[in-house]
Every structure is written in C-alpha cells, then in structure tokens.
C-alpha cells in the first residue's frame, strides 16, 4: 500500500553512516504529506509555559464552545494533547497537525499539538517534562478539567502518552481521561517477538537500527530500568482507559499487544485494535486510505466515551 511505498523510498536515507540527524529530520517530515487536509479546521501558534517551542491548536469548527449563563463564563472545549511520532528525534507539530485534526473532528474536542524537545540536543526526561508542562498549562491556566483531556500519540508519541501518565501520578496530579497510542514504540529492550516475526514485513524498522535511536534518546545506557522508560514492566495501576493499534506488518506490533496485556492485569480498560497487514503509522494516511480513518474514528469514539462527551 502506499504507506509502504513511502517508507522503501525514505528508509535509504535513514542507514547512511553516520546516521545524519539533520537529514532524518527532514525526511520524516515528509510524514505531514501522507494524510489529506482536514476540512473546516482552524491552527492557531500558541506558546505553552515551560516549554521552548510554540505548540499547534488544531480547532474543528463543528466543536462549539458551550453556552456560558449569565454569572459564569463558558467551560473550555475538551481538548486531545497530541504528541508526535519520529523516534525521539524528529517529528513536529507541522508534520502532525493534520493527522491530530482528524483524530480531533473524531473525537469531537481541539488538539493542541506540542512541540516537545527532541534528542540529541535534549535526551530523556526533557520530552515527558514538556509534556507534563503543558498539561499543567491546559488544567491550570486553561481551566480544562482532567476528565476533558486525552493524551494520544503515534511511535515515540504513543510511547509519551503512557511515560507523562506515570509522571502524573508518580506527581499526585489528575490523570487524563483517556490514552490514545498508534503503532507506540514501548520496548526499549526491543524484545518483544514481532522484533522478529515483522523483520521483513516492515518496511521502516529494522531491530538493529533501534539501539541506536534508544541511546540517543536516553542519553546513555544507564536509564533503561527507569519506570518511565521500562515502560511494559513498570507498574501502571491506576492509568487511565488505553486504545491501542497497531499494524500486524508493523515491527513493534508486540509493544501494543504486550501493553494492552499489561494494561488489562492491572485492571485498566484497554481496546486493542490490530488491522491486518498494515504498516507502522498507517494513521498518517488519514484521509487517504479507510484502514487509517477507521482506526481514528474508532480512537475518536473511545475518548469521547472516557470524557462522558
């Protein structure tokens, strides 16, 4: 399919020695192509506090702000705290926005998609500090109640949506409503059997570029057993309901299915969805193919349930 297609014909440039950030930067971009323009939706820069980079407002304009009464202003629009995929690394709020749009018309809430400090430059906890800044920013400053936000993400981004979860609670603050993980990258062991099973059906990942991509991102080998990294043997008693998916062409299709395992130990309420042959991030062709778009309808339906919309 084309989401195939894309990966054989950018994956070249993600072998070269050494591996060239800046390179890998701009090629994933090319990940905001892949989903069609959502229609009647509106972006907005806003800059949350605590964190470096202007983060995207994603405002369908079939979600209303609620009539206010005469002696209270109107309650905030829900929102989907959406964080983007790319390894750690890469990734954006621009390569993203139309993906989180889609998610978001779905859902029926805004998507505020955050630009979240990348490695090298910035190695693990910087990017779960940006997000747990933002949080803040949408309960405190904005007045959004917990139970009207979701955390969603694709790869590195689903991987953020469990790890700011843990560093919620391990904080005393209030959950989100709901987590939202495509394709989530989770094992930073890269142990997990479709590691292997996947090897040639995935067109992006290979197990042997990860280690690489992992150091990067933790700055070192010394943090692995940390519980916001060792993320599928940590503890996740009390996060909150989880909607998984994941391709079964998709080399971390076992980190989906070994969280949603996980996940439902701990007495959480999880939907797995695990669509046939289908690629890793196969929600970035949102609009383009009905695989990607039932998924986010799927996804949209479940935080709408968890908000009590």
């Known amino acids: 399919m084309e989401m195939e297609h894309f990966w054989k014909s950018i994956t070249p440039h993600m072998l070269k020695e050494p591996f060239d950030v800046a390179l890998y930067r701009i090629v994933m971009e090319e990940c905001?192509?892949?989903?069609?323009?959502?229609?009647?939706?509106?972006?907005?820069?806003?800059?949350?506090?605590?964190?470096?980079?202007?983060?995207?407002?994603?405002?369908?304009?079939?979600?209303?702000t609620p009539p206010s009464s005469l002696s209270s202003p109107p309650p905030p629009p829900p929102v989907i705290l959406y964080?983007?995929?790319?390894?750690?690394?890469?990734?954006?709020?621009?390569?993203?926005?139309?993906?989180?749009?889609?998610?978001a018309k779905h859902a029926g809430t805004h998507a505020l998609v955050l630009d979240y400090r990348r490695a090298p430059e910035h190695t693990f906890p910087s990017q779960i500090d940006d997000v747990v800044a933002a949080y803040k920013w949408l309960t405190e400053d904005q007045g959004i109640p917990h139970t009207k936000i979701a955390l969603a993400g694709d790869s590195a981004g689903g991987n953020l949506s469990?790890?700011?979860?843990?560093?919620?609670?391990?904080?005393?603050?209030?959950?989100?409503?709901a987590i939202a993980g495509f394709s989530p990258w989770l094992d930073m062991r890269v142990s997990g059997a479709s590691y292997e099973t996947n090897r040639d059906k995935d067109a992006l990942?290979?197990?042997?570029?990860l280690p690489g991509v992992i150091q990067t991102y933790l700055g070192g080998n010394d943090k692995a057993d940390e519980p916001l990294v060792d993320l599928l043997r940590t503890d996740l008693k009390g996060l909150p309901p989880m909607y998984l998916a994941t391709g079964t062409s998709d080399i971390l299709q076992s980190d989906a299915e070994t969280l949603a395992k996980r996940a439902r130990e701990a007495g959480i309420d999880v939907e797995l969805e695990t669509p046939k042959d289908l690629q890793h991030i196969y929600v970035c062709l949102a609009g383009n193919a009905k695989e990607a778009d039932h998924t986010l309808k799927s996804?949209?339906?479940?935080?709408?349930s968890k908000m009590g919309l």
Not at 299 to 304: E, K, Q, S, V
């Open 162 to 177: 469990v790890a700011t979860s843990l560093a919620l609670r391990e904080k005393g603050m209030p959950l989100p409503a």
């Open 32 to 64: 905001g192509s892949l989903a069609t323009e959502p229609t009647g939706v509106t972006y907005e820069e806003v800059q949350c506090p605590g964190t470096v980079k202007p983060a995207i407002w994603c405002r369908p304009v079939s979600v209303s």
């Open 299 to 304: 996804a949209g339906a479940f935080i709408r």
């Open 205 to 209: 990942a290979k197990p042997e570029m």
């Open 83 to 103: 964080l983007h995929g790319g390894g750690f690394i890469s990734g954006s709020p621009a390569s993203h926005r139309k993906l989180a749009a889609h998610l």
